[in-house]
T-cell receptor, first 114, second 114 residues
Framework: DTEVTQTPKHLVMGMTNKKSLKCEQHMGHRAMYWYKQKAKKPPELMFVYSYEKLSINESVPSRFSPECPNSSLLNLHLHALQPEDSALYLC?????????????FGPGTRLTVL | AQSVAQPEDQVNVAEGNPLTVKCTYSVSGNPYLFWYVQYPNRGLQFLLKYITGDNLVKGSYGFEAEFNKSQTSFHLKKPSALVSDSALYFCAVRDVWYTDKLIFGTGTRLQVFP
């Protein structure tokens, strides 16, 4: 299995809602990533997990809360988001942290905050 | 500062003609360079990478890229474009300090006309 899956594909939420994005990979990769991508822009790194531990937080607001329950799963918990948080949220994984291995991306979750 | 530049927002090419998507980089030390493609409403797909060795790198779907150290460039090429190659292309370099991070260029939209 050489893919990264993400659920849901689309999510619409109000500013007071709590929701979660899910990401899963079964490639045995030990590094997992969350990115935010606005239309026609490159992805912006949010978080990196390596061996299930948070290794990079790119000064992301606390209304975004990542979680890595095990080596195959990565969640992003959302609470009290703002309309400007509407974007495509991409999950990725790679074989090892700090290596030259490419990252494999999921299809993304299209988030709309009303 | 580390950076990647993609000087063209859009490249137009006729089907069957060769295509080039340009990328230049600025990093200290040896660069680890990547090309990704993104189709509409999808995640990024890895095309190819340069780590070391032969300056001409061959990748997926008939794409190749030439690493030129003196010109600090890593241009993506394909001998004969297909309409299905139309997509958004991102060049990226691995951050030398935070090696989990990819520094992306702004992207180039490739439009292949029949």
């Amino acid at each position: 299995d050489t893919e990264v899956t993400q659920t849901p594909k689309h999510l619409v939420m109000g500013m007071t809602n709590k929701k979660s994005l899910k990401c899963e990979q079964h490639m045995g990769h030990r590094a997992m990533y969350w990115y935010k991508q606005k239309a026609k822009k490159p992805p912006e790194l949010m978080f990196v997990y390596s061996y299930e531990k948070l290794s990079i937080n790119e000064s992301v607001p606390s209304r975004f809360s990542p979680e890595c329950p095990n080596s195959s799963l990565l969640n992003l918990h959302l609470h009290a988001l703002q309309p400007e948080d509407s974007a495509l949220y991409l999950c990725a994984s790679s074989q090892e942290q700090g290596s030259y291995n490419e990252q494999f991306f999921g299809p993304g979750t299209r988030l709309t905050v009303l | 500062a580390q950076s990647v530049a993609q000087p063209e927002d859009q490249v137009n090419v006729a089907e069957g003609n060769p295509l080039t998507v340009k990328c230049t980089y600025s990093v200290s030390g040896n660069p680890y360079l990547f090309w990704y493609v993104q189709y509409p409403n999808r995640g990024l797909q890895f095309l190819l990478k340069y780590i070391t060795g032969d300056n001409l790198v061959k990748g997926s779907y008939g794409f190749e890229a030439e690493f030129n150290k003196s010109q600090t460039s890593f241009h993506l090429k394909k001998p004969s474009a297909l309409v299905s190659d139309s997509a958004l292309y991102f060049c990226a370099v691995r951050d030398v300090w935070y090696t989990d991070k990819l520094i992306f260029g702004t992207g180039t939209r490739l439009q292949v006309f029949p």
